[in-house]
């Protein structure tokens, strides 16, 4: 009498199918880096292989085998996913503007929003990014401004004349060439109240308070920041930064 035996066959799975879409494939490699093991069908032995060889190069003595034509390797097919090129150089800076004074017809934020929205950043004092000073009113009492343009040679774009912005702006293109005049030297002491307030306003949200309220009481740290800018040295005494 014939019998029959069912004997249990054990399969191993490949790691990286489970992983991926819980099917099973039957696995043919093991993968070992240091204590751990993956084991993989053939086709992600080869996929894995390459990544490796891609990343630490071949080990030595090994035969080399190309990536075959067509099939990009696993390194580079995930940078062109990316949108990453091996030849990137690096980024190239933003063009800066300095705005010196009030711009005619506009408020302090909207006019820096639309030389913002032409691609340039906007900085309070110059660097190696920076392409233009736009002077506007009372731009010729910033005189740490000036003084950064010039000593750069930083073309000037005088916008106090009305409309000379504006139409700067709806061509697309802020282009320097006007003159750059000297600093203005503010005789204080002859100003009245509000005028010296409208002065220290300008002032101030050109040098760290842009928001300060354009009516009111202007406050008592921004009037003494004003005073220490534009206090003038003691002739053969050294003076406190």
Not at 176 to 195: C, F, I, N, Q, Y
Request: proline content about 7%.
């Amino acid at each position: 009498m014939r019998k029959t035996v069912l004997v249990s066959v054990l399969k191993t799975l490949c790691d990286a199918h489970l992983a991926k879409d819980g099917s099973e494939q039957e696995a043919t490699d093991t993968l070992t880096l240091g204590a751990r093991e993956w084991d993989l069908c053939g086709s992600h032995a080869e996929t894995f292989g390459l990544y490796l060889v891609d990343a630490l190069g071949a080990p030595e003595g090994a035969p080399a085998e190309p990536v075959p034509v067509g099939e990009p390797s696993p390194v580079a097919a995930e940078r062109e996913a990316e949108g990453v090129s091996e030849d990137a150089s690096e980024p190239v800076p933003v063009r800066s503007v300095m705005v010196a004074g009030e711009v005619p017809g506009y408020d302090w934020e909207s006019a820096r929003e639309a030389v913002r929205n032409l691609g340039y950043e906007v900085v309070g004092r110059a660097d190696d990014s920076t392409v233009l000073l736009i002077l506007g009113e009372g731009g010729d009492r910033n005189g740490s401004k000036l003084r950064d343009a010039s000593e750069r040679g930083i073309p000037c774009m005088d916008v106090r004349a009305p409309g000379r912005f504006k139409g700067a702006v709806c061509a697309g293109e802020l282009v320097g060439g006007d003159p750059l005049p000297e600093p203005a030297k503010v005789d204080r002491s002859e100003m009245s109240t509000r005028e010296r307030n409208r002065v220290i306003r300008v002032w101030a949200r050109q040098n760290g308070w842009p928001n300060l309220p354009v009516q009111g009481r202007v406050p008592m740290n921004v009037r003494h920041a004003f005073e220490l800018a534009h206090r003038e040295p003691v002739q053969g005494k050294a003076v406190a930064a």
